[in-house]
C-alpha cells in the first residue's frame, strides 16, 4: 500500500543575491518584494537543496516516486548529481520515479526560475508571479505494479457519471495501469455504504436512484474507491470523490442545474496572502472558502491559474460550480503554444474528477497585447478543440477585454464567452453596462454571455461625502457594486456573473490606493480582517443568513448636519435609531437609505428582525484629511 513522506522541513535555499538561509516549504522568494509596488521584484533562479533519508522500501517489490504539487514556473529537479525532471509551468502537480538513484542518504536539489521569458506562462498580467516551491513536496512509496503515477501528474482514475433519460446514473471508471493486476472498483455513497461495484480498467456502474451533486444546498458526494489487486492481495489503492450532476447554459435563459435554473453569480480568486505570497496554507484556503460562503457566492473562478487541489476538494464540499483556467493572459507567445497545450492537459487530467467544474478557461484577455492574431487565433482554435477531446462533458470558455469588441474572433471560438469590463471605473458611464449587454445580446442572442471581472478599487480608510470614479473610496465601490447588481437583475439570461475580486490581491506593477503593489478591488482586504461594505451588500443580495449592515462604519467624522447613512440588509425590514429614538422604518430590498440629522456625535441602530447593527458619528468642523486620497508621483497609475 501506498506511504507518502512529506519534505517540507529543513531546506537549504540559495536566494537571489547568493546567500543561503534556512526555509521550510512552502516558501516563495517574493513574499515582500511582490507585493511592495514598483514593478521590480526579482525574477530569475534560485536553488533549493535539502538532504533525506531513504524512505523503507523492498527494492525488488516497490518503487519511490518524487512528487511536486507547484514549483513556480520552472524547475529542474536533480538528485545526487543525476536530473530527474525538467517542468514548466508554475500551477500544476507533477512527478518523477525516483527509486534507481536513492541512497541511504540524498541530496535533492531543485532549481526554480521566474525568469521573463518567451515561452512560459504566465508572462505578463495584473498579478505576481511568485517564485519559489510554495506547495507540498513528497515522496511516494507504492507497489512496482500500481495505478498510473507518471501521467501528467493526474490520479490515474478517471470518473465520467452521467445522468441518464430515466433517472438512473451510469459511473463508468477508466483506470491507467503501471504494471499488471486486477482492478477492482466500489462506489460508497456518503455514509460508507457500497452501492455499485465492478471489476475491470474500463467500467461502467448504473446507480438506480443516484442522489445528485446540486449545488451549495446539496453538494452531494460519493467516494470511487479503485484497488489493484494481485493473487487476492491489494497492493495499491486510489479513491476520489465523485458528484452526479447534469448542467447546460441556454443563452436566453441562463445556466442550469440539473434540469432547473441555476443562476450563477460569484467572485473570482487569487491565492496569495500579505507577507507570504502563494506559500499559503490550508487553514488560509478554508477561510477563504468560509468567506465566500458567507457571502452568499455559488460560483467560483480560480483565476487565472490551476489553484491547490485542496481548494478545489473545498469547492467539491460545498457546491461552488467553478470555472478552471490556464495562465495563457494577456499575450500570446509564438514560441509558448507547447506549454499552453502541456498547462492545459495538465489542468484537465488533473482535475476531471472534481464535479464542481463546469467549464475550461482557454484564456484571458489575450488581446491586449497580442501582435501575432494569426497564430493567436490557430492556438484558440487547437486549445479549444483539444479540451473537447479530452472532456467531452464539460464546455469552454475565455474571458474578454473591454478593447476586444463583440464582433472580434477570438469571442466566438468557445462554447461559452465572458467579458472583463470596468465600465464605470476605468472609463465614465456605469450606464454602458446595461448598453454593452443589450447590444451584444441583439446581436448574437444565440451566444451565451457572462460577466468574468467587473469591479472598482476600494480602500477602507478613503471615504467621501460624494463618491466619484477613481477616488478609491469604499463609498464609491459600494455605489458602483450597487448599480452593477440592478444591471444583473436586469439581464437573467447571462450565463454567469464573476466580481473581481473576492480579496484584494498583490500586482507589484500597481499604484494606486495610496498603498503601492496591491490590486484593492476586492470585497475583502488581502489579510482578510476587514470585510467592506461592498461585502455586505453582496450578502444582502446573495445569502440566505440573515444580517442587518450599516455602511461607512469607517468614515466616523463629517462635515455635514444632514448625513444619508445606508443600511444593507437581506431582511425586508429595517428600522433605524439614534441615540436610542427611531428615526424611521424601512421597506424595501437589499438597500435602505436614511437621512440622519447630526449635531455633535450620533449613536446609531440598525433593527431588522433579530438582527442589529451599530455605528457611531460626528461633526467636525473640518473634513478629515485621512479619509481623501494624497496623489504623488509614481511609475504606474495602473498595470498596463
Not at 336 to 348: A, H, K, P
Not at 439 to 467: C, D, I, K, Q, T
Request: proline residues 4%; charged residues 25%.
Amino acid at each position: 500500500m501506498r506511504k507518502i513522506v512529506r519534505l517540507m522541513k529543513n531546506w537549504q535555499f540559495i536566494g537571489p543575491e547568493g546567500n543561503t538561509t534556512a526555509v521550510d516549504l512552502p516558501h516563495t522568494w517574493n513574499a515582500i518584494d511582490g507585493q511592495d509596488g514598483g514593478n521590480d521584484y526579482w525574477r530569475g533562479t534560485c536553488v533549493y537543496r535539502t538532504s533525506f533519508a531513504a524512505p523503507a522500501f523492498e527494492e525488488v517489490s516497490q518503487q519511490v516516486w518524487l512528487q511536486f504539487e507547484g514549483v513556480n514556473a520552472s524547475a529542474k529537479v536533480i538528485l545526487n548529481g543525476t536530473e530527474v525532471c525538467v517542468h514548466d509551468g508554475g500551477y500544476s502537480t507533477f512527478r518523477a520515479n525516483i527509486t534507481t538513484l536513492l541512497r541511504e542518504e540524498n541530496i535533492l536539489t531543485v532549481e526554480v526560475d521566474n525568469t521573463v521569458n518567451d515561452h512560459v506562462y504566465p508572462q505578463k498580467a495584473d498579478f505576481t508571479f511568485y517564485g519559489g516551491i510554495y506547495r507540498d513536496v513528497s515522496l511516494l512509496v507504492v507497489h512496482k505494479d500500481h495505478i498510473a503515477l507518471g501521467h501528467y501528474g493526474d490520479t490515474g482514475v478517471k470518473v465520467t457519471p452521467t445522468l441518464c433519460k430515466d433517472h438512473t446514473a451510469d459511473i463508468r471508471v477508466e483506470t491507467r495501469l503501471e504494471g499488471e493486476g486486477t482492478v477492482r472498483v466500489t462506489l460508497n455513497d456518503a455514509e460508507g455504504n457500497t452501492v455499485a461495484a465492478a471489476e475491470g480498467k474500463d467500467v461502467t456502474m448504473t446507480l438506480a436512484h443516484p442522489h445528485l451533486w446540486d449545488g451549495v444546498k446539496d453538494p452531494y458526494l460519493y467516494t470511487c474507491v479503485v484497488e489493484l489487486e494481485q493473487g487476492g492481495e491489494v497492493v495499491d489503492t486510489v479513491s476520489t470523490r465523485v458528484g452526479v450532476r447534469s448542467f447546460r447554459v441556454d443563452p436566453k435563459k441562463g445556466f442550469f442545474l440539473n434540469g432547473r435554473s441555476y443562476p450563477l453569480h460569484g467572485v473570482s480568486r487569487h491565492q496569495d496572502r500579505k507577507g507570504l505570497g502563494n506559500a499559503i496554507s490550508r487553514e488560509m484556503h478554508d477561510e477563504d472558502m468560509t468567506l465566500i460562503r458567507e457571502l452568499g457566492a455559488n460560483t467560483i473562478r480560480l483565476a487565472h491559474y490551476q489553484h491547490d487541489q485542496y481548494f478545489y476538494d473545498l469547492c467539491d464540499e460545498y457546491g461552488m460550480v467553478v470555472w478552471a483556467e490556464i495562465p495563457y493572459i494577456s499575450e500570446h507567445l509564438p514560441n509558448g503554444r507547447q506549454n499552453t497545450i502541456d498547462q492545459m492537459e495538465e489542468l484537465i487530467y488533473q482535475n476531471y474528477n472534481h464535479p464542481c467544474i463546469v467549464c475550461w478557461g482557454v484564456s484571458n484577455e489575450i488581446t491586449i497585447s497580442t501582435k501575432d492574431k494569426a497564430d493567436m487565433l490557430d492556438n484558440h482554435h487547437m486549445l479549444n478543440d483539444l479540451c473537447h477531446k479530452m472532456d467531452p462533458t464539460r464546455l469552454t470558455t475565455l474571458a474578454c477585454y473591454a478593447m476586444c469588441g463583440p464582433f472580434n474572433p477570438v469571442a466566438h471560438i468557445t462554447d461559452l464567452v465572458s467579458w472583463n469590463l470596468y465600465l464605470g471605473w476605468y472609463v465614465p458611464g456605469l450606464f454602458l453596462n446595461d448598453l454593452w449587454l443589450n447590444f451584444f445580446h441583439l446581436v448574437y442572442p444565440n451566444r451565451a454571455l457572462g460577466f468574468s471581472e467587473y469591479g472598482a478599487e476600494g480602500m477602507p480608510n478613503l471615504h467621501s461625502e460624494h463618491p466619484r470614479r477613481g477616488d478609491h473610496t469604499e463609498e464609491y465601490q459600494a455605489k458602483y457594486h450597487e448599480y452593477m447588481l440592478r444591471c444583473f437583475d436586469r439581464h437573467p439570461w447571462m450565463w454567469s456573473t464573476h466580481v473581481w475580486n473576492m480579496f484584494d490581491f498583490a500586482a507589484d506593477a500597481r499604484d494606486q490606493g495610496g498603498e503601492p503593489g496591491m490590486n484593492h478591488k476586492g470585497l475583502v482586504t488581502f489579510d482578510r480582517k476587514t470585510k467592506k461594505d461592498s461585502f455586505y451588500l453582496y450578502k444582502a443580495w446573495w445569502s440566505d443568513e440573515a444580517f442587518v449592515h450599516i455602511c461607512s462604519k469607517r468614515f466616523t467624522d463629517r462635515t455635514a448636519s444632514e448625513i444619508e447613512v445606508k443600511v444593507y440588509s437581506n431582511q425586508k425590514t429595517v428600522a433605524l435609531f439614534a441615540d436610542g429614538q427611531k428615526i424611521a422604518e424601512q421597506t424595501g430590498e437589499h438597500v435602505f437609505p436614511f437621512k440622519v440629522p447630526l449635531n455633535g456625535e450620533v449613536k446609531l441602530q440598525a433593527v431588522a428582525g433579530e438582527c442589529i447593527d451599530t455605528a457611531s458619528f460626528r461633526k467636525v468642523d473640518t473634513p478629515n484629511p485621512g479619509y481623501k486620497l494624497v496623489k504623488t508621483k509614481s511609475k504606474s497609475a495602473n498595470w498596463v
